[in-house]
């Protein structure tokens, strides 16, 4: 479709147009094959800017040969008369020329046009499309299930469910400091903890966005923080004491675990994953045992959120709990 508008264009517009298009796209591609040093790529621009030169050459001796043709029209005609001069002719209707500046205009307006509208494409519908896509809400992975029993031996224990609900607040991106953001997975699990014969109560929630993935956990067992700092702590990155709500906590990094089964060139299941941040806290002040803990981490690589905004994070959604503590 392109190329028959392209052919039927006048020459006056269709060359202005070509070479317009051809500079700005030959500049563009090579620009950006030096800069990622893609000499195959750099290649195809030079070829462009090349064959963008011929149209100018091309332009350029069109325009002096239509002078010159105007020029000759114009100039009287000199000689001796010889004879009696014939009777004129009947004349020809004259067949009008384009005005080769509205040609001009008009491709330049054209390419314009285009620009605008490959620019203003992915902004508009990138905006409807974050507009339509409706924020995740909580869904329970174990849901028509009986809780385990642990939870009705554990007064207080939060679900998966109560934890997501906390978690996905309508201000969360906006904490995180991605306000544009909605969430695309959110959902709660109530299950228990691993090797305790489902005796200990851990329930988790995660509201996942673009830029990051924030996990809710709650463990009932008989870890404190004062014993978590002192012997497990050590073990993990950029350890560090702190206080949430007047309640003892530790800020821990460490790396999480990527799976993957059968995949080229693997060499085990379990590969290292991208570096977590995470707040433990205390179940309340005296540090019974059990705790909270708040993880973020991105899969895209993004810098993850300071301290400060993981801790205020932390104390807006504690309280809100349905039997904090």
């Not at 149209?55 to 002096?64: C, E, F, G, Y």
């Not at 939870?151 to 995180?176: E, F, H, I, Q």
Request: aromatic share 6%.
């Amino acid at each position: 479709m392109l190329g028959l508008i392209v052919r039927v264009l006048p020459f006056w517009v269709r060359e202005p147009l070509l070479i317009l298009v051809g500079s700005v796209f030959g500049v563009g591609v090579t620009i950006r094959a030096l800069y990622e040093s893609n000499w195959l790529m750099a290649g195809l621009g030079v070829a462009v800017l090349a064959v963008t030169a011929f149209r100018i050459r091309t332009v350029r001796h069109a325009w002096r040969a239509r002078r010159s043709a105007v020029a000759a029209a114009a100039a009287p005609q000199t000689g001796p008369l010889a004879g009696p001069a014939p009777a004129p002719a009947a004349p020809a209707p004259q067949k009008k020329e384009p005005n080769t500046a509205a040609q001009v205009f008009l491709a330049l307006a054209l390419v314009g046009a285009l620009v605008g509208a490959v620019w203003l494409a992915p902004r508009v519908t990138g905006d409807a499309t974050a507009t339509s896509r409706k924020p995740a809400t909580c869904s329970d992975h174990a849901a028509g299930k009986k809780l385990p029993k642990a939870y009705a031996l554990t007064p207080g224990a939060v679900t998966g469910d109560d934890l997501c609900k906390a978690l996905n607040r309508s201000d969360l991106a906006a904490l995180l400091g991605t306000p544009r953001e909605t969430p695309l997975v959110a959902y709660g699990n109530s299950g228990t903890a691993s090797l305790t014969a489902d005796k200990v109560a851990a329930s988790e929630a995660r509201v996942q966005f673009d830029t990051y993935t924030v996990e809710f956990s709650a463990t009932y067992n008989h870890m404190t923080i004062a014993l978590y700092t002192k012997v497990l702590a050590p073990q993990t990155l950029e350890h560090r004491a702190d206080k949430v709500l007047g309640r003892p906590a530790v800020f821990t990094s460490d790396h999480l675990m990527q799976f993957r089964f059968g995949g080229p060139g693997s060499t085990g299941p379990a590969t290292e994953g991208p570096l977590a941040r995470t707040l433990t806290v205390a179940l309340d002040r005296k540090d019974p045992g059990g705790t909270f803990d708040f993880t973020v981490w991105s899969e895209s690589g993004a810098a993850l959120p300071e301290d400060d905004v993981i801790l205020g994070i932390a104390e807006k959604i504690l309280p809100t709990l349905p039997a904090s503590r």
